[in-house]
């Protein structure tokens, strides 16, 4: 079965992005034109997502806000001769839904994606970080990731995480993958799949198994919930997603996905910064 629900977990205050996430949410914190959560949707839907749970916050209304429909500036615009732009604001496509969510409590990753178990039910799904965006302006790259992920998927029924080599100076940074072997891989223009064992989180040079740092894109099969279910809180009293991937890879196996292309952290002001600048090159082109 192809997967055609996604989570993506928005109900975090983004304290890396403080102050400017005081009062508006990092979602919708502007690339080029648009919010960064407007490219991750976007990316879900060109891969044939129709259901998109967000799993949101009371305080984070405008991210729900933003994928409505303003009737009453969609009137004043076509009033004013303004039907390009107004159509331009409606631009998910027919039969794409979004339905929110609330994560009551922040109790981590792995809580917030099972909370939106209750819509995807027994369903294969994609997780999408949104601090993560995958550059969308090289047609090359832009849809192969989770294309390929949900293809493989559906052929092995295995679930994929999407990853990337990164330098050893930036192994500390990341959750490392696993491998059958301790590998370096190099960066590829295709997708390359791999067996994962389990993941390290952070390790140091010396002791990671691999190259491969997670990236922030998940397609699961609904045992995951499962696992999500009876995962006891850890450090910080939360719900660790890496946990519920552990004993699903026991039981059923699981891949890693090389990325192809760059992806941003749009999580980091740092990073934000940057990705903001190659954004804002590409202003007016389509994704």
């Known amino acids: 079965m192809t997967p055609t629900h996604a989570i993506i977990p928005t109900a975090g205050f983004g304290t890396r992005m403080l102050p400017l996430s005081k009062a508006v949410p990092k979602e919708m914190l502007p690339l080029g034109d648009k919010p960064a959560i407007h490219y991750v949707v976007m990316e879900a839907v060109r891969a044939g997502i129709k259901n998109i749970v967000l799993v949101n916050h009371a305080q984070k209304q405008a991210i729900e806000n933003y994928f409505d429909i303003n009737a009453e500036l969609d009137s004043q615009l076509r009033s004013k001769g303004k039907d390009s732009l107004a159509d331009s604001l409606n631009f998910l496509p027919e039969g794409v839904r979004i339905i929110s969510v609330r994560q009551g409590k922040p109790l981590g990753l792995g809580h917030a994606v099972l909370q939106g178990a209750s819509v995807v ?26 294309a390929y992920m949900l293809s493989q998927f559906t052929q092995t029924g295995r679930s994929q995480i999407l990853v990337d080599p990164v330098a050893d100076s930036e192994v500390h940074k990341y959750g490392i993958a696993k491998l059958n072997d301790k590998l370096t891989i190099q960066k590829s223009d295709t997708n390359q799949s ?24 998940y397609v699961f099969s609904a045992r ?3 696992f999500l279910a009876k995962t006891k809180p850890s450090v910080g009293g939360e719900i660790q997603l890496t946990d519920a991937i552990d004993a699903l890879i026991s039981e059923q196996g699981m891949d890693v ?3 192809k292309g760059n992806s941003f952290d749009a999580g980091d002001m740092t990073t934000y ?15």
Request: proline share 7%.
């Open 224 to 226: 995951i919930f499962d």
């Open 194 to 217: 791999f067996d994962v064992l389990g993941f390290v989180e952070k390790p140091s040079l010396e002791v990671a198994p691999s190259n491969l740092a997670v990236v922030g894109r």
């Open 273 to 287: 910064m940057q990705a903001f600048m190659y954004f804002a090159k590409h202003l007016g082109k389509e994704i």
């Open 121 to 146: 039910g027994d369903n294969p799904f994609v997780v999408l970080l949104p601090d993560v965006v995958l550059d969308p302006f090289n047609t090359d790259f832009r849809v192969d990731n989770l």
């Open 257 to 259: 996905v090389t990325l």
